[in-house]
């Protein structure tokens, strides 16, 4: 096959008037992670992106189907590794539902509060490295000094900074760390103290501003059909936060705001992601004094097995919706298992927001999509 | 018009990246404030958290006696395959016979550090430890047999 291969000297008279193609990936700087990208060009506009997946697949799915219901639970730490808790929370919920068991309320709040950091660590990693694609360097340290103080808490309580599996049907795998309050009050002090630092390095700045408005536009109608969900959606005036829609964990009793853009550009979506951290810090205020006293894990049979049926189970991460579905037969192992995952649907549009623009601004279109690759591609 | 919009771009273009630059340099100013690990040099006294998930243990008190009465649990929970416990049957000087175990055998390449071994334990025979400096020359000195040499189980455990 390479024998074929020629090398072209010629560029100009490549495909119809002069087309490039220019493959993107699957090792490069701005795809953070292994996206392959074929972008055909006509000088420096794009017309066409073709995402090329395949490069991380594990086929977690079929994994899962030899796993049992304790078990398939740490697999997905591995898909959307920025969310991690959020996913575990999302099996632990489905094998709950499934079997009716009874969570304490300790295990609800703190559940509530751990999936609300690891959104605000998401982030807080997707600020430093989006201004990093954008050509500013700084921010990202900035923004994983938070971070850090983030990774030290799950660390102290679940024993691991990024796949946790801390959460298991019925509760929690074990009690919080006794200094976990008093840490996540100081975090929270500072991150009130640092968040202006990022308004003044990243909103302000009228590079970053210039980059991204106007750049990138998905319409409402765009962002239904193409089933766009999490700040991706929200930037564009959908309303679809899960956990407004459908709450589960302790987000029924704790006030916050679904933040609403209607721009729909790149500057929406980070102004969208920006304004969750601080609402992410309100639902935490609110319940990290009220942490219940009492068992941290409900009784649970010794061996788990779901009912037969059919079970779906939807939980908002920092990226979107993650729906998960299990087709059961009764026995100990689930007999199909399908993740309905976020970064999906928001890669699919790429190509209809970044026809047409120049080939600079698809990093701001694609880093403010905030594309996860081993969520993609499971 | 185009002359005054195009200047107050210009202006608030300037000290929006002054802005910017200021924070810069105060943190250049205050270098302090900035944290960082400086590992390996701090190597004496670098303490990661208790719960920190390193590596699966099987903790021995000082007659060399551990807890594990190989009843495969953790081999039942783990996910990957990562324990191996191979049996044999001891006999008591009463001519009783019972089960021990011969080789606790863990494969540190395979596990995901997931404590899943360790919730299910009956009787805390094995720990998770703090070791995160697991580079070896060779992929085989990763299999590990927990049990020390001529260890036996503790009195009273089933």
Redesign the interface.
């Known amino acids: 096959m390479y024998n074929e291969t020629e090398i072209i000297k010629d560029t100009t008279n490549l495909g119809p008037e002069g087309e490039l193609v220019v493959n993107m990936g699957p090792q490069h700087p701005a795809t953070h992670g292994v996206l392959h990208l074929v972008v055909t060009l006509n000088g420096e506009t794009i017309k066409k992106i073709e995402p090329h997946l395949g490069y991380i697949h594990r086929s977690i799915e079929k994994m899962c189907e030899s796993l049992t219901y304790r078990q398939f639970i740490y697999v997905t730490s591995r898909m959307d590794y920025l969310s991690s808790h959020i996913n575990n929370t999302a099996c632990a919920l489905l094998v709950e539902k499934g079997m009716q068991i009874e969570v304490p309320e300790r295990a609800k709040v703190v559940r509530t509060i751990l999936n609300e950091l690891t959104r605000i660590a998401s982030h807080e990693l997707w600020i430093g490295a989006m201004a990093m694609d954008l050509g500013a360097f700084t921010p990202f340290f900035y923004a994983f000094r938070e971070r850090e103080m983030i990774t030290d808490i799950m660390e102290d309580t679940c024993g691991a900074r990024l796949t946790m599996n801390y959460i298991v049907p019925g509760g929690l795998m074990y009690d919080i760390h006794p200094d976990f309050q008093t840490k996540v009050k100081a975090f929270i002090q500072q991150f009130k103290e640092k968040v202006t630092e990022y308004e003044d390095l990243v909103t302000g700045n009228i590079i970053f501003q210039s980059r991204t408005k106007g750049v990138g536009v998905l319409t409402t109608e765009d962002a239904i059909s193409y089933g766009c969900t999490g700040p991706v959606a929200r930037a564009s005036g959908v309303r679809c936060d899960m956990r407004k829609i459908a709450p589960y964990d302790a987000y029924d009793r704790v006030e916050f705001e679904e933040i609403i853009e209607t721009a729909g550009d790149s500057f929406a979506r980070y102004i969208v992601r920006v304004k969750e951290m601080n609402q992410s810090i309100r639902i935490i205020e609110q319940l990290i004094d009220n942490i219940p006293e009492g068992e941290f894990v409900g009784k649970t049979k010794n061996v788990l097995k779901l009912a037969k049926g059919e079970f779906y189970q939807r939980v908002e991460t920092a990226r979107g919706e993650l729906g998960v579905y299990i087709v059961s037969e009764g026995a100990t192992t689930p007999y199909r298992i399908k993740f309905r995952s976020p970064g999906f649907s928001n890669l699919s549009v790429l190509n209809h927001i970044a026809k047409g623009s120049k080939i600079g601004d698809l990093m701001a279109t694609m880093g403010t999509l905030d594309l996860v690759i081993p969520d993609i591609d499971r | 018009m185009f002359l005054k919009d195009y200047i107050s771009?210009v202006v608030?273009?300037v000290s929006?990246?002054l802005?910017?630059m200021?924070?810069?340099g105060y943190y250049f100013t205050h270098s302090k404030e900035i944290?960082t690990e400086q590992y390996p040099d701090n190597r004496a006294t670098l303490k990661?958290?208790?719960?920190?998930?390193g590596e699966v243990v099987m903790p021995h008190d000082e007659n060399n006696e551990h807890t594990c009465t190989g009843c495969t649990a953790c081999e039942l929970?783990c996910?990957n395959g990562t324990i191996k416990i191979i049996t044999k049957f001891d006999i008591s000087p009463e001519g009783k016979k019972k089960k021990a175990i011969d080789a606790f055998i863990y494969r540190l390449e395979m596990c995901?550090?997931?404590?899943?071994c360790i919730?299910a334990c009956p009787s805390d025979a094995i720990k998770?430890v703090p070791n995160f400096e697991h580079s070896v020359f060779d992929r085989s000195k990763l299999t590990k047999i927990l049990n020390k040499p001529g260890s036996k189980i503790k009195e009273g455990i089933e």
């Open positions: 771009d608030n273009g929006s990246l802005k910017g200021r924070k810069t944290i990661l958290a208790d719960r920190f998930k929970a996910p995901t550090l997931c404590n899943l919730t998770m």
